[in-house]
């Protein structure tokens, strides 16, 4: 279903899996979207999202790139923050969760070599072999996916 969840018609537990794929990230007041998606969560439903890590060596990379004065380096920065007006670490989503009534399950890393919009060019092949190798050493990569449980806290 494609819509605002705030304002869809669900009842209460009438759901146990809710997946927000690259959502969160671009929500206006994410509390109230987590807080709604346990509503119609069944008692153990679980939520599972993906978002960009702030955390990882990417994001940290690509901010030092875009502060820079020279536009050759803010291009390829510009992709990576393009279209998010939110960014969440580990902790942050973590804390969001539990103010939302959800306990982390899992939490799993890996780096942004398999996102196709980040091809080409030769300071983006760059920052994705620095994500890919440095990233995972420091277990900062730039994607993250959360599992979270319902009233499990």
Known sequence: MLGDIQIAPFRNGCFD???LWDVIEHLACPLDALKEIGRILSPK??????????DSVL?????????SRFGLLQKPARRVFAGHPLY???RSLQCL???????????WQ????SEISFRGGLLEDGARIIDAA????????????????????
């Open 17 to 19: 899996i809710a997946a």
């Open 45 to 54: 439903g679980v939520v599972i999202l993906s978002t960009p890590n702030a």
């Open 59 to 67: 994001h940290s990379l690509s901010l030092v790139m875009f502060k």
């Open 88 to 90: 969440f670490t580990q």
């Open 97 to 107: 969760l539990a103010r939302s009534g959800f306990a982390v399950q899992a939490i």
């Open 110 to 113: 890996y780096n942004v070599a």
């Open 134 to 153: 440095l990233g995972k050493i420091l277990k900062r990569q730039y994607r993250m996916v959360i599992i979270a449980q319902k009233g499990t806290q």
